[in-house]
């Protein structure tokens, strides 16, 4: 897994805890704040660098609302986050590092032809990046048109075949989302959320 020292702090609270009584009881949600330049994601298993050329970032990132995070492009494919990486660009050649996922130990390092553009900024109460139920199910969020389901939008696609509707539920300190089988919404159900990647 690749998280900031905020988030493995945070990650080191047991996520589910067992009273007395026997009855489960779910630890609050953790909120973490990725970084492509955290300690933990540079030493972890598997890291890699993959570097690509002619890339363009147009706007700030629709996913996370950082300062210096971007939404970029190369060829036909999209990068949502990429973070300006100050230590690997040199003028007039700036560098962004993207990330698919706070777990997933492979950056993209794209070198591009002009500096990044913070145009239209995601509003500061954006819904976060990334989940990770209390499940262990792992889910990101989408970006453009997906389907609504009862007033919800199809917001995070998980892995194990599972989707979430809507935003976290956050009046409680275990927050909750509405997960489905499919994207029709079948087998809608109420989830709590252990950690909370913005």
């Keep these: 897994m690749l998280w900031s020292r905020k988030a493995c702090i945070a990650c080191a609270v047991a996520l589910v805890a067992l009273p007395a009584g026997g009855a489960r009881a779910l630890t609050p949600t953790a909120v973490a704040t990725y970084s492509p330049f955290a300690p933990a994601v540079r030493t972890a298993p598997g890291y890699s660098v993959a570097p690509l050329a002619g890339a363009t970032c147009a706007t700030a990132s629709f996913v996370v609302a950082a300062s210096g995070a971007f939404r970029c492009s190369v060829r036909d494919r999209i990068h949502d986050p990429c973070y300006l990486d100050p230590t690997a660009s040199t003028p007039p050649a700036p560098v962004v590092d993207c990330a698919t996922s706070p777990w997933v130990p492979r950056i993209v390092r794209l070198h591009l032809a ?63 989302i509405r997960q489905a089988r499919d994207t029709g919404g079948h087998a809608a159900h109420d989830v709590a959320i252990a950690i909370a990647w913005r």
């Design 114 to 176: 002009a500096p990044p553009v913070p145009a239209l900024a995601a509003p500061p109460d954006l819904a976060p990046w990334a989940l990770q139920l209390a499940s262990g199910r792992r889910c990101v969020r989408t970006t453009g048109a997906t389907t609504t389901v009862r007033g919800r939008r199809l917001s995070y696609v998980c892995d194990g075949h599972r989707v979430l509707f809507g935003r976290p539920q956050a009046a409680t300190p275990t927050w909750r």
